[in-house]
């Protein structure tokens, strides 16, 4: 043990006994808690208490959203402060260090220190400390050198301070750190009031981002710093209830029911009407709008009277629909070509063209084989991504255990099997282009996670890795599932679908596209393309697929065809060149499309087998009976309904046995 050491343990020791200190009164405080609540032994040095990676992840998880909106004045006062020595520390309301930024150059230095991420620095275990004892005491507060109460800590300077949610709760506490300072406490009083000014910033940040919906009234003293620095803000409900505010208004707020105790109630801040603490209703929130002076703009604390200047910010307005008569703008042609004149589809491409080139995340949703990937790729393509990767993953595809490594990557040696070389991850293989994460509903919750801090923070952790690296990716996910009943059913995170759904756009299933003939005749001016041969559909196949179900969507109807052109005697296509299923569902009695699709079945040639073999099906029979008394017995009416010659009408009656009344047959019996 060092001398300095020695001598610091005698002070908590004398301290411990009674003796007065010439520290801060806040330190004082500390480090009898310390001793007394905390049972923490003056004599013992204890090394840095870090948290495991996952349990890390999981405090880290816990506070995602105000990470992100957070990262921002992080970084700001990082730069401002690195020069300094200083590294910068975000924690928990617990203590655990959840964002760290710091010189790598000093890696195992701060890592011996506890400046690290993942360093517990709460009271009860660290002993006085910037951190801890900023959350033991809700103040803003620097330990300098022996004001630390673990004697390991002394060559540290700390300074934090508090960052609350909008309900006044305490959120986070922001440090700066440093290994090595001037002696005098006085020198980081500087330090302290940049900590307090970034803690003041993060905590307004997070409560305009929460309620951005709201009305967000500001407050300054003066009306010169009305707009540009308010010191209060406050978020306000349509009713005029306060919502939420930052740390600075609650103190405000809780002085003004000092002055008229009979207001203290016990009922919380966030709830009561705004004009409990301020001579203003939510009606008069217009007038605070900022086209007018500042000057003009004074609002009176209700009960002290204190004058305050106010900047009154209105919630977004929705969005006005396009004029009907504006002209369509014209399409990107990947998007163009998803559709021929169906108006479900039409509207996708509209909306998806104008998200191109945004960065918000898209969710498709559709059946299964509607073309979810295929207008992804559209989208990427349209996009001025459309030179770097398009990545598709399907979550659904890969192994739970397989899948956190695959998606994010890892280092050489990360875990047992991991190749030696490591993986870089399909995430960072996205880079700059688009990924594609299909199924994404099959996801599991863990990983689901992991995602939501990729999309908040735009970084990725590979296994085994312990500082992020930025990713540039947009994100388009899909889904067959109903998203929403899965939040609902605790499956699938509600802040991710919230992040994900920056964008929905949902595909038509295929029986609902008025396209299907221009899909049709795409699909075989392919095949025929290929094989040299000038497809078409005969009427009655043509009839079968009209009547279809489609249940695997276009992916079903690609395959069909590539079935009929393969089987097909020649460049028309019949009835019977179909896959079975199709024709199967055709002769269904209570099929998905009823009487005309057996009668389309009927209109056929003679089917090798079944229908055609000559074994006659009472369905087929009573179906062109049915067809037939509908067209009053017109042989040409019922062969133009089904698109066929009138002797292919004729030749299924002969082969049912069918005889017209007009000629003395039996007709529908
Ligand atoms: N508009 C389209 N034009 C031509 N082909 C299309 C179109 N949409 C989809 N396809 C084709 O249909 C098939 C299925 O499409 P895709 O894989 O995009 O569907 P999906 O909805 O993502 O399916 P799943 O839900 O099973 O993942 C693919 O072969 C695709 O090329």
Known sequence: ????????????????????????????????????????????????????????????????????TARFGVETLYREVAGLGYVLLLTDAKGITVDFIGDPTFDSNLMRAGLYLGADWNEPHAGTCAVGTCIATGEALVVH?????????????????????????????LDISALHSPQPK???????????????????AHLLNRFRREWIVKLAPSPEFADVDPAYVLAVDGAGRILGFNNRTRQLMMRELDCRPALLDGRPLAGRLLSEFFDL?????????????????????????????????????????????????????????????????????????????????????????????????????????????????????????????????????????????????????????TLFLDEIGDMPLTLQTRLLRVLAEREVTPIGRTRPVPVNIRVIAATHRDLIAEVKAGRFREDLYFRLSGGVLTLPALRQRADLDWLV????????????????????????????????????????????????GDAVIAWDDLPDRIRDAAAAPHGPSGA????????GPAAPGGMGSGAISADERGALLALLAAQHWNVSAVARALGVDRTTIHRRMRRLHITSPRHGGEGMN
């Open 1 to 68: 043990m060092k001398r300095e050491q020695a001598a610091h343990i005698d002070e908590l020791v004398r301290a411990a006994g009674g003796h007065a200190t010439h520290r801060d009164a806040i330190i004082e405080a500390s480090w009898r808690r310390c001793v007394n609540e905390h049972n923490l032994d003056p004599v013992v040095l204890r090394d840095p208490c870090i948290v495991t990676h996952a349990r890390l992840r999981e405090h880290q998880e816990a506070m995602d959203e105000f990470l992100h």
């Open 186 to 204: 006085e020198s980081q009083y500087l330090a302290l009031q940049f900590v307090k000014s970034f803690a003041h910033k993060i905590e307004t």
């Open 145 to 173: 050198q022996s004001d630390h109460f673990d004697a390991t800590h002394i060559p540290l300077t700390c300074t934090a301070a508090p960052v609350f949610d909008p309900s006044g709760a305490l959120a986070a506490v």
């Open 521 to 568: 005749a795409r699909f075989l001016a392919e095949r025929g393309g290929v094989l040299r041969v000038p497809f078409e559909l005969s009427g009655e196949a043509r009839a079968m697929l009209h009547a279809y179900a489609w249940p695997g969507n276009i992916r079903e109807l690609a395959n069909a065809l590539d079935y009929a052109c393969a089987v097909a």
């Open 281 to 433: 209703q939510v009606d008069d929130l217009p007038r605070l709008i900022p086209s007018r002076p500042a000057s003009q703009r004074m609002v009176r604390l209700a009960i002290s009277g204190t004058p305050l200047f106010a900047q009154a910010q209105q919630p977004p307005a929705r969005i006005a629909a396009p004029s009907p008569v504006a002209p369509a703008p014209a399409l990107p042609k990947p998007l163009e070509a998803l559709t021929r004149g169906d108006g479900a589809m039409l509207d996708v491409a509209a909306r998806a063209a104008k998200l191109v080139n945004t960065q918000m995340s898209l969710l498709i949703c559709g059946e299964t084989g509607t073309g979810k990937e295929h207008l992804a790729k559209a989208i990427h393509a349209a996009s001025g991504r459309a030179g770097k990767p398009f990545v598709p993953v399907n979550c659904a595809a890969l192994p739970e255990t397989l899948i956190e490594g695959e998606l994010f990557g890892y280092e050489p040696g990360a875990f047992t099997g991991a190749a030696a070389k490591g993986k870089r991850g399909l995430v960072m293989e996205a880079d700059g282009g």
């Open 596 to 603: 005309v699709h057996e009668v389309a079945a009927l209109a």
